[in-house]
């Protein structure tokens, strides 16, 4: 029989922190990042960010296909051209087989010695840009921590300390465990202490057919307003949170 989560494994006590389940090599979360981070720069301030893993490969016993990443990408690249990502440039021999390290380095970048949360959410950002924007193998150590290098926050040779030692490792485990359950519904989902539980926000799409048969994404509309009123909803419970975004 399936465990119910307790709310602490679902996401942050912390009221100014928004909790995001989600895959790096899933497009629909990296959107929805972008959307959050948008909005809160459109406002002058910064968004926490607490990066929990809902590891695709895992729950699909097999690596994201290329295909299907590539039909999201161009779907939604087209409608929200300002992500600024392209098509996988390199051979397919380059190909990310497994995010499974980056989101290990993100999940490492939690500790105060590496940055804490600001600096696992720049480098989940960072790490994704990496992927959809410029065409790099986030599976490897050495562009994980060449990404790394570009991130202000990162405490780069404690990143890399942490990774020699595994120290991540089992949190990816962990999250797998709490996703497998009835609440988080997949990636992206978003929690807040204040009440915040929604699936990929803003997006409306359908296949036109089976993925793994030729089936496309149609991506009918996107609505960027939840990101407003999640940070509405931010500023009410923990108003002093609200920082001066550099």
């Known amino acids: 029989m399936t465990q119910q989560?307790?709310?602490?494994?679902?996401?942050?006590s912390d009221?100014?922190?928004?909790?995001?389940w989600s895959d790096i090599g899933c497009p629909w979360a990296t959107l929805a990042l972008h959307t959050l981070h948008a909005a809160a720069r459109e406002r002058g301030r910064d968004v926490l960010v607490d990066h929990r893993v809902f590891p695709l490969e895992l729950f699909n016993s097999e690596p994201t296909p290329k295909p299907i990443i590539?039909?999201?990408?161009?779907?939604?690249?087209?409608?929200?051209p300002e992500l600024g990502w392209r098509m996988w440039p390199g051979p397919d021999w380059r190909y990310p087989v497994t995010t499974l390290p980056a989101m290990e380095a993100v999940q490492a970048a939690k500790a105060e010695a590496v940055g804490g949360l600001p600096a696992s959410d720049q480098l989940d950002g960072a790490l994704r840009h990496a992927f959809y924007g410029q065409g790099r193998c986030i599976s490897i150590t050495s562009e994980i921590l060449a990404v790394a290098a570009e991130c202000p926050l990162v405490d780069e040779a404690a990143l890399a300390a942490a990774l020699e030692r595994g120290t991540a490792r089992a949190a990816i485990h962990r999250d797998l465990a709490v996703a497998r359950g009835p609440r988080v519904q997949g990636s992206p989902h978003l929690?807040?202490?204040?009440?915040?539980?929604?699936?990929?926000?803003?997006a409306v799409f359908r296949w036109t057919g089976n993925p793994y048969e030729g089936g496309f994404p149609?991506?009918?509309?996107?609505s960027r307003d939840w990101a407003?009123?999640?940070?509405?909803?931010?500023d009410k419970v923990a108003p002093g949170a609200a920082t001066q975004a550099g």
């Not at 929690?191 to 803003?202: K, L, Q, R, S, Y």
């Not at 149609?218 to 996107?222: I, Q």
């Open 5 to 12: 989560a307790d709310p602490e494994s679902l996401y942050s």
């Open 15 to 20: 009221p100014a922190v928004v909790t995001v």
């Open 70 to 80: 590539d039909a999201e990408t161009v779907a939604i690249g087209a409608k929200v």
């Open 191 to 202: 929690f807040t202490a204040a009440g915040t539980d929604v699936h990929n926000p803003g």
């Open 218 to 222: 149609n991506f009918l509309s996107y």
């Open 228 to 234: 407003g009123e999640l940070l509405d909803v931010l």
